[in-house]
């Protein structure tokens, strides 16, 4: 068929997709998603556009479907990468607009699917799909980088998916951790927001720690008093960080962490700016949250600190000595001294009376 006889086509099937009456019929009559992802990959602007715009439509009631046929979430990939190796700088500026308009039909059509908690863990484990978002980040327009960062945000909202998002899709996390820096308090904020989900999964927090400048940045945003949501998913994530103790020398070792927990946690003036929302969570104050969140974290920090120097043994246990003739005392009922508690007492040097 010609150029013109195919778009006919096309949009004939995309305007069938406009009434929701028929999205479940069109959908499943035969060979229709084969065509529509053969169609959303083509060279011709007007016939993308259009075979993205008519999937759009049919995924609403379709979601497990469309996230299941892996020629669809394959041709999805391909649109998201329409600009690969500078393509879209060599078209005319009339294509160019036409794809990139395809290109942010797909990125809505993703952020629906993200939505729904049914198909979320088919579709974070998706590898063409979450590569593809990874590869594309902060490297579209404004409103399609929202979109993207928002995709793999809603990901993270299943628990179920953390592991699989930390440990298999490369480079997401370090993704996060720059969109995390970025001028547009949106971006930001979902960044926050997905680094907060992943951080409450046990089995996380340490590569999360690791992260080149994750945890610099988080600390960084956990001090914009201007932006409380993102205070306080910043404080969040560093509490959530803090509850694994290999965290410990990490975090401590971050420049500025201790400093801003400590000033977050004595400044009265911590929470300028929260919400009314945040404050009746928070128990009133404006600074009530972020300064309470401050010190449980600096409180974590400090118990792993003492469960380190507690090893409750004495020289006197370790040389098998566990109940001799001074082990008599109310802290050592083991036969040694208690090394996880202070003696209060202060040792000198060769000091003169």
């Known amino acids: 068929a010609t150029e013109e006889e195919r778009t006919r086509c096309i949009n004939a099937l995309m305007h069938l997709c406009v009434p929701e009456e028929n999205w479940k019929v069109v959908y499943l ?6 065509a529509l992802a053969r ?10 556009y259009a075979a993205c715009l008519a999937t759009s439509f049919l995924a609403k009631k379709n979601r497990q479907e469309v996230v299941k046929n892996r020629l669809l979430m394959y041709a999805m990939a391909r ?9 879209l700088e060599r078209m005319s500026a009339q294509d160019k607009k036409v794809f990139v308009g395809a290109r942010v039909c797909v990125l809505k059509m993703l952020l629906h699917l993200s939505k729904n908690k049914d198909v979320s863990n088919t579709l974070a484990r998706t590898e063409c799909v979450t590569s593809s978002l990874v590869s594309v980040a902060n490297t579209m327009e404004l409103a399609a980088n929202i979109l993207c960062i928002a995709i793999m945000t809603n990901l ?7 592991y699989h998002l930390v440990y298999k899709v490369p480079n997401l996390v370090g993704t996060f951790a720059q969109h995390v820096e970025s001028t547009h308090g949106e971006c930001a904020k979902c960044a926050l927001y997905a680094l907060q989900n992943l951080s409450c999964t046990s089995n996380c927090r340490q590569e999360l720690a690791n992260t080149p400048d994750l945890l610099g940045n988080i600390t960084k945003a956990a001090f914009r008093h ?8 910043a404080l969040h994530t560093l509490k959530n960080l803090s509850d694994d103790p290999f965290n410990l020398v990490t975090m401590t070792n971050t420049p500025g962490c201790t400093a801003t927990l400590l000033a977050l946690a ?9 919400s009314k929302k945040q404050k009746k969570e928070g128990g009133g104050g404006d600074n009530t949250m972020p300064q309470y969140l401050a010190c449980d974290t600096l409180a974590t920090l400090s118990h792993w600190l003492l469960t380190l120097s507690a090893t409750r043994k004495s020289k ?16 050592n009922e083991g036969g040694g001294t208690d090394m996880g508690r202070r003696t209060f007492k202060q040792s000198n040097w060769e000091a003169w009376n």
Request: proline share 8%; with cysteine.
């Open 156 to 162: 993270t909202r299943l628990p179920d998916n953390a």
């Open 29 to 34: 009559f035969p060979q229709t998603p084969e």
């Open 226 to 233: 201007d932006c409380p949501e993102q205070q306080l998913s």
């Open 79 to 87: 649109v998201l990468e329409v600009n690969k190796n500078g393509a």
């Open 266 to 274: 004595n400044n009265d003036a911590s929470g300028v700016g929260t």
């Open 39 to 48: 169609n959303m990959a083509d060279k011709y602007p007007q016939i993308r």
């Open 316 to 331: 006197d246990s370790e040389n098998g000595r566990g109940s001799g003739e001074n082990g008599g005392g109310k802290n």
